[in-house]
Nanobody, 122 residues
């Protein structure tokens, strides 16, 4: 019933920036927290950032100061702005509709997008 679609991935040089979008259809983001995950080849999927229904944001330590997350409830869209990308961050980025979240904890829900590939070149 809920569909999430990511976009904005691509090739970027080290030190550059990308803006990823997560758009929802069949539902709205306004009452749900949304998380962004990434998974590199041979690595576990990791939580990068999440944003609450009230707009409170949380970032993983590895991306603090470089990434930001925001939401536009009118457009049912969540944005992950990635700056100062390095060669250790190529991965498939996916957004998720939270099952439960707080300022300290994020539990992923059953709805995922298909992911968008981010490649970083030196």
């Amino acid at each position: 019933q809920v569909q999430l679609v990511e976009s904005g991935g691509g090739l970027v040089q080290a030190g550059g920036s990308l803006r990823l979008s997560c758009a929802a259809s069949g539902s709205t983001f306004s009452s749900n927290a949304i998380g962004w995950y990434r998974q590199a080849p041979g690595k576990q999927r990791e939580l990068v950032a999440w944003i609450s229904s009230g707009g409170s944001t949380n970032l993983a330590d590895s991306v603090k100061g470089r990434f930001t997350i925001s939401r536009d409830n009118a457009k049912n869209t969540v944005i992950l702005q990635m700056n100062s990308l390095n060669t250790e961050e190529p991965a498939v980025y996916s957004c998720n509709l939270a099952r439960y979240s707080s300022s300290y904890y994020y539990s992923p829900g059953e709805y995922w997008g298909q992911g968008t590939q981010v490649t970083v070149s030196a």
